[in-house]
């Protein structure tokens, strides 16, 4: 049978890049090691965090699936970082980790144009610089126009418990054996990570007095801004600590550990340490936060979220056993750490196709990136720019100041990573911007011109745009001043400059728009998320416009495009350290050459003034 294109792998980057090429009418064929771990949530039964909310609502915003499928089954929702700035607040759910694969696996079944086969593809055979078909172990060639590989930890992947290992994927899946080969074979640079999770422990044999509650936050915005009303929290999280006689029981035996012993060879994430590294990095701290969190709703399974390991079973059940409430603790499954194959980034382009291989794109993990969300943002790309090829469209490429998955990529195919890469709003220089409830604000108009948007989807978005101009509307209206007068005597402020408007009003850091609404009357109708959506773009009106006006100046670089076929050895004036990375990395445009490790402002200078002598001589 033929296909528009094949999808490899059938986690978070394989569904959403799989969705988004069957709907948009191409002919996808799906293909996964075990149709049971389909969107399976390997390690942390969660979706979001920090930067990583942002992510998830912005693959909603373009027509993804990722934050509908978490809002199905949403657990315990809450919203990161309320005490800070709202550029760095992030929604994260707890979700029921079997509901959320099987609401997926019933979303990709019942998809237009997408057919779904359990098998295994060993090889990507292309004809010259072109992909035309895969093999799968049955020896079958499927034809196919693309590829889009989303294998995850799955190539060649080994699960380390201490002096014990075996060649298997997460939570006891089979690995993939040859594809890792054949990649090999055409040419690219392979690399080997690793990362790891934490034992599940029984719910009943904890002692939940001994930990602190944390509960979910209600009546606040969801994932999808398809959902019209946030589901209930139902589900209870804890903290609680390690102690010095837990950090005593690891130093004891760093011996034993994978890590340590040479066992591992894979590089682990910097920001999501195992708890045996975190012990030795960070020797001063006397005790660690670990948190409790159900993974289904009978909630008998928990995961330990901070004290990831691969020290061996006995030192396991001793650690765990130190901890103040796990005295009695039952391990369900034990914690392990996980390597496996993945490629260097700096190979793809924008678009996530491969730079060599027309037709060859790449997403998730396999790109060296950790999470769901960032494996999930980069799978509706590399789907969206397959159809695009397919469709003789132009490519779908996302700046930075657009969205956080354009700070992704741009990171990954302009300076790669050596580590897993997890996305931060440390990352993004314009995350004021880029905050998680202007997502749909940014990004529909865009996947609308795609066609992922759909027409109730729009519908949505359109009525949101239209109660944002109410609200507007309202602000710039003249309020009554002895009304004035007396909000002002209840909050204590003076009347110098005594404003006119609600708009001057919402200005004073001591006034909310919840406090206009209350007190004039006002905003009838419109929802909380419309109305704090509002109240962010007045409040932090003198920000947003000066980040504007550093992004214009930036679109500039970027709009200069550059020829991905020239040879920098030309320039005589660049360093040979600059002609060498522009050489190898073939920058689109002058704005990415100024990202590129190795490349100065000076040489960017150099390229700049070259760039306007060959404009003046009518040069490509």
């Given at each position: ?13 394989g ?9 948009l ?11 049971d ?24 915003a373009?027509?993804?699936e ?6 199905k ?25 079997h509901?959320y ?9 019942k ?13 990507i055979?292309?004809?010259?610089d ?8 049955f020896g079958?060639?499927i ?13 060649e ?16 899946f ?11 074979n ?10 790891g ?6 719910s009943?044999?904890i ?7 944390q ?24 903290l609680g600590?390690?102690?010095?006689n ?11 550990a994978p ?11 910097r920001?999501?340490?195992s ?12 005790r ?9 709703k ?12 691969s020290?061996?079973v ?34 793809l ?5 491969s730079?060599?291989?027309?037709g ?5 993990q ?9 494996a999930?943002?980069?799978g ?14 132009n490519p ?10 354009g700070v ?11 580590e ?8 993004a220089?314009y ?25 109730e989807?729009y519908?949505?978005?359109?009525e ?14 003249v ?5 004035i ?10 009347y ?10 919402l ?28 109240e ?6 003198g920000?947003?416009k000066?980040?504007e006006?550093?992004?214009n ?20 004036g ?14 689109l ?12 402002p ?14 003046r001589?009518?040069?490509?």
């Amino acid at each position: 049978m033929n296909y528009d294109s094949v999808v490899i792998g059938s986690g978070h980057a394989g569904c959403e890049a799989a969705l988004a090429l069957a709907r948009l009418n191409n002919k996808t064929l799906l293909t996964t090691l075990n149709l049971d771990s389909i969107s399976f949530l390997a390690c942390n039964p969660s979706i979001g965090g920090t930067a990583k909310g942002q992510l998830a609502s912005e693959i909603d915003a373009l027509g993804g699936e990722m934050g509908i499928n978490a809002d199905k089954n949403i657990l315990q929702l809450r919203m990161l970082n309320t005490g800070k700035g709202v550029a760095v607040q992030s929604l994260r759910a707890q979700v029921d980790k079997h509901s959320y694969h099987q609401t997926m696996k019933e979303t990709l079944e019942k998809q237009k144009n997408l057919d779904i086969r359990q098998c295994e593809i060993t090889d990507i055979l292309t004809e010259g610089d072109k992909v035309f078909a895969v093999k799968n172990n049955f020896g079958e060639i499927i034809k196919t126009k693309t590829v889009v590989v989303c294998t995850g930890v799955y190539l060649e992947s080994r699960i380390i418990i201490g002096e014990f290992s075996k060649n298997e994927g997460p939570n006891g899946f089979v690995n993939s054996h040859g594809l890792s080969k054949s990649l090999s074979n055409l040419g690219f640079e392979i690399l080997r990570f690793k990362t790891g999770t934490p034992a599940r422990v029984l719910s009943s044999s904890i002692d939940y007095s001994k930990f602190e509650m944390q509960k979910g936050d209600d009546n606040i915005q969801t994932f999808s801004f398809m959902t019209q009303k946030q589901p209930p929290n139902t589900a209870v999280c804890y903290l609680g600590y390690t102690n010095e006689n837990t950090h005593d029981i690891i130093r004891k035996n760093l011996s034993r550990a994978p890590m340590y012993s040479g066992e591992i060879k894979g590089v682990g994430p910097r920001y999501c340490p195992s708890i045996e590294d975190k012990v030795v990095r960070f020797s001063d701290k006397i005790r660690h936060q670990i948190f409790l969190e159900p993974e289904d709703k009978s909630g008998s399974e928990i995961y330990v979220q901070g004290f990831s390991s691969s020290m061996p079973v006995d030192v396991q059940y001793e650690m765990y056993k130190s901890v103040e409430g796990f005295e009695d603790v039952k391990i369900m499954r034990n914690a392990y750490a996980i390597e496996y194959d993945c490629i260097n980034s700096l190979e793809l382009l924008p678009t996530l196709e491969s730079k060599r291989i027309s037709g060859l794109f790449f997403a998730g993990q396999i790109n060296g990136t950790s999470g769901y969300e960032e494996a999930a943002a980069q799978g509706i790309i590399a789907g969206i720019n397959a159809s695009q090829k397919l469709q003789n469209k132009n490519p779908f490429i996302l700046r930075r100041d657009q969205a956080y998955i354009g700070v992704l990529i741009d990171d990954l195919v302009t300076k790669g990573t050596n580590e897993p890469y997890r996305m931060m709003t440390s990352r993004a220089e314009y995350r004021l911007l880029l905050r998680q409830d202007n997502a749909d604000i940014r990004l529909t108009e865009l996947g609308r011109e795609i066609g992922l948007v759909s027409d109730e989807r729009y519908k949505i978005f359109k009525e949101k745009l239209n109660n944002i101009k109410k609200v507007e509307s309202q602000l710039d209206k003249v309020l009554d001043t002895k009304l004035i007068k007396k909000f002002l005597d209840s909050k204590s402020e003076s009347y110098s400059q005594l404003p006119k408007t609600a708009r001057e009003l919402l200005k004073r850091s001591s006034v909310s728009i919840f406090d206009l609404k209350k007190e004039f009357k006002i905003f009838d109708d419109i929802s909380k998320n419309v109305l704090s959506y509002v109240e962010t773009q007045v409040k932090y009106e003198g920000y947003l416009k000066r980040q504007e006006l550093l992004i214009n100046q930036m679109k500039k670089n970027e709009d200069v495009k550059l020829d991905a076929d020239f040879d920098y050895n030309k320039i005589k004036g660049l360093r040979l350290e600059a002609r060498q990375k522009l050489n190898k990395f073939k920058p689109l445009s002058l704005g990415q050459a100024s990202r590129i490790s190795g490349v100065s402002p000076a040489d960017i200078s150099v390229l700049t003034v070259y760039l306007s002598m060959q404009k003046r001589k009518g040069s490509k």
